[in-house]
């Protein structure tokens, strides 16, 4: 998959990355919290999921490098606009328990 150069395809992974890192942080941020391993006392509202979703928008980084190393130029597009659609999310939802 990281040997092709399109736009499409760097969406795709822009996209699908993120949400699936983001389920698979929120699940063990639950399955911590339900096992009296963690917390939530004392955090902002919404700490745990603005932090699965920041890490999870982050975790673009490495199949950008990856595509960046390829000279894959379009991908990288991809994935860069992907992202950014992500943070004007993330911004958009979490913004009033930020500022």
Excluded: H
């Excluded at 928008?57 to 595509?67: E, S, T």
Aim: hydrophobic residues 60%; charged residues 10%; positive net charge.
């Amino acid at each position: 998959m990281f040997d092709k150069n399109s736009i499409p395809i760097g969406l795709a992974i822009g996209l699908v990355l993120p949400l699936a890192a983001f389920a698979l942080l929120y699940l063990a941020f639950q399955q911590l919290g339900s096992a009296g391993m963690a917390s939530s006392e004392g955090f902002s509202p919404m700490f745990r999921e603005r932090t699965a979703g920041i890490i999870a928008i982050c975790l673009n980084l490495i199949p950008l490098n990856r595509f960046m190393k390829r000279r894959a130029i379009n991908s990288m597009r991809g994935i860069v606009v992907a992202t950014v659609a992500l943070v004007a999310v993330w911004v958009v939802y979490f913004g009033r328990f930020i500022f």
